[in-house]
């Protein structure tokens, strides 16, 4: 099926640019300042406000973690095969901000949620009235329409930004390579505003006040984003790419007693019509990796030569069809190998924020939130993140001659490295924490450790850096290697590694109680074996990244030979929007 850049009135050299993807971080901003807010409080919220056991606020908050990652794949889908990414972005803008809404309502409302156990000061917490089912029906509604619309804003948002800088312009190819590090700076930034600003609301001025505050950044990130609209470069998709998938592989199978041509040329290539971009066609080139799928492209020819059977696409597919498929398969070795990192992620937005809460976190007579301690990587974020974009990039690309300094692959493996070295130091840290628990004679005491919060920020900043490269490396290698008509899906797909590490996470924990005999099953730190736990991260992280570099070297980058259309050669006025 057809894929086509929507024509617009205006001169498309005026569509786009800086000016464009402007409105895409503001979106970006607001609504991660709601997600992330969220994502560090609502286990309060489950536990404080909703009884729930600490067992279920835990595992609930994971879940929807992980489904909102999970489910981009899905607005990834809807993006490629039915509406524009802007579309995409604003429907699930919406629902977004309705789930948000109804969080709310359930918040303001005492008769929609259970009596606070802490509120029940004569009551013990095992008597707290449990949730009902409407109650709880209610709740999780609000919670998984907030999760599904924002997991269709994360398919959809990067890669409608992205859409703004066009590849093949060596004045906007440097801009493509920025786009994405002014995006992580954007989500950061939010993030920020998040676990302070947000955090400080739902602690002091109560959660329907917060959910509030929320539903308000949403939307007005979706006005922002609408603003927009007249100057964006919107790709209108038409297919599904599972179905152009689906079709490589049933006619490999059907051609497979075809005798190959011995020329590439013999293998049927894409028309016209099949992938514009613009006024340009879009023709991936044959590789040689998994050659049995080229059987997908041979043409069938009678015996005598004279005149060529052209049957329908489940029979006959394009080499630029066959290629996007081997480069989907191609991808699938490096996301994998790059789960680990975001299981260690994991571990430090829960391990580390409990340490948090046995340290001192006071600051000039402040307390600082434990909700809040996840401002410490994003602050050296913030930070590094300009530094990156105008002091590493200019002199790495002085050498390498690349738009992004280094290649993406390259990147994530510099993440993956800092990575592994941020594991070790949290071991080193964990183990500084304890010594100070037994030489002040304070292992099982409640009272704060005589030792500051902060030394917890070397770890952070190191892991900081780790996802400033890995993070933005694959957004930027996914969208970049993808098919024209599988953008939005590919950068689902990167985000599926934080949803697999969230859910293996957990696993891993499991795993390590059993087999070391308990070395995390105390729910006193203080006598938990947590720093043996952080090495031996550090030491998978080291043997994942072997993994990784082993798909990495395997890796084929796309090669697209891009050919001028005819002059008479015009979109199909049926096939724009």
């Not at 802490?118 to 919670?143: M, P, V, Y």
């Not at 964990?430 to 292992?443: D, I, L, P």
Request: aromatic content about 12%; overall charge positive.
């Amino acid at each position: 099926m057809a894929i086509c850049i929507e024509t617009q009135p205006k001169p498309r050299a005026k569509l786009g640019g800086t000016r464009a993807a402007l409105f895409v971080y503001s979106m970006a901003s607001l609504e991660n300042m709601a997600f992330i807010s969220n994502a560090v409080s609502l286990f309060t919220y489950f536990h404080g406000y909703m009884n729930f056991s600490l067992t279920k606020s835990a595992t609930t908050l994971t879940n929807l973690m992980g489904t909102a990652f999970l489910l981009s794949l899905f607005g990834g889908f809807i993006s490629d095969t039915y509406l524009s990414r802007f579309k995409t972005s604003i429907l699930f803008g919406c629902i977004e901000a309705v789930g948000l809404a109804v969080l709310t309502v359930q918040a303001h409302f005492p008769q929609l949620r259970p009596i606070p156990c802490k509120d029940a000061a004569t009551l013990k917490s095992t008597q707290c009235e449990a949730i009902t089912r409407s109650q709880g029906a209610l709740l999780f509604a609000g919670l998984y329409l907030f999760a599904f619309g924002n997991s269709g804003v994360k398919a959809a948002l990067p890669s409608l930004g992205a859409d703004q800088f066009d590849e093949r312009n060596p004045l906007e190819a440097p801009k493509l390579a920025s786009f994405f590090n002014w995006l992580l700076f954007s989500i950061t930034t939010g993030a920020m505003l998040g676990v302070t600003f947000l955090v400080w609301i739902s602690t002091n001025q109560g959660w329907d006040w917060s959910f509030g505050v929320c539903t308000i950044a949403v939307t007005m990130g979706l006005l922002f984003l609408s603003m927009g609209r007249s100057i964006y470069r919107n790709n209108v998709p038409k297919g599904s790419p599972f179905v152009r998938i689906a079709q490589v592989f049933v006619a490999a199978i059907r051609n497979r007693n075809l005798p190959m041509p011995e020329l590439a040329d013999d293998l049927h290539q894409i028309r016209d019509k099949e992938a514009r971009k613009g006024n340009e066609i879009e023709i991936l080139e044959r590789t040689d990796q998994f050659k049995i799928l080229n059987r997908a492209a041979i043409v069938r020819s009678t015996e005598d030569s004279t005149t060529v059977i052209v049957p329908g696409p489940w029979r006959l597919c394009t080499v630029t069809q066959v290629e996007e498929t081997k480069i989907l398969i191609r991808m699938l070795p490096v996301i994998l190998s790059t789960v680990f990192m975001n299981t260690c992620l994991a571990q430090l937005q829960t391990f580390s924020i409990q340490q948090g809460t046995t340290m001192d976190r006071s600051i000039r007579g402040f307390q600082v939130p434990a909700a809040s301690i996840p401002f410490i990587p994003l602050f050296f974020m913030f930070v590094l993140i300009p530094v990156y974009e105008h002091v590493f990039v200019p002199i790495a690309r002085k050498f390498t001659g690349i738009p992004t300094g280094i290649r993406q692959l390259q990147r994530v493996g510099v993440g993956l490295v800092l990575s592994a070295i941020s594991m070790a130091v949290a071991g080193v840290i964990e183990t500084r924490r304890k010594s100070v628990a037994v030489k002040h004679n304070m292992v099982d005491s409640l009272e704060p450790l005589p030792i500051s919060v902060f030394w917890l920020g070397i770890q952070y900043a190191i892991f900081g850096m780790a996802d400033m490269f890995t993070l933005v490396g694959l957004l930027d290698f996914f969208y970049a290697e993808s098919s024209s008509g599988m953008k939005s899906l590919s950068t689902a797909i990167s985000w599926c590694s934080l949803a697999f590490g969230y859910y293996t996470s957990t696993v891993v924990v499991n795993v390590v109680n059993k087999v070391s005999g308990g070395w995390l099953a105390s729910n006193n730190l203080n006598r938990d074996n947590l720093n043996y736990f952080y090495w031996l991260l550090a030491g998978l992280s080291v043997a994942n990244f072997g993994v990784y570099l082993m798909c990495a070297s395997w890796y084929k980058y796309k090669k697209i030979d891009m050919k001028q259309v005819d002059a008479d050669s015009k979109v199909d006025p049926e096939e724009t929007v």
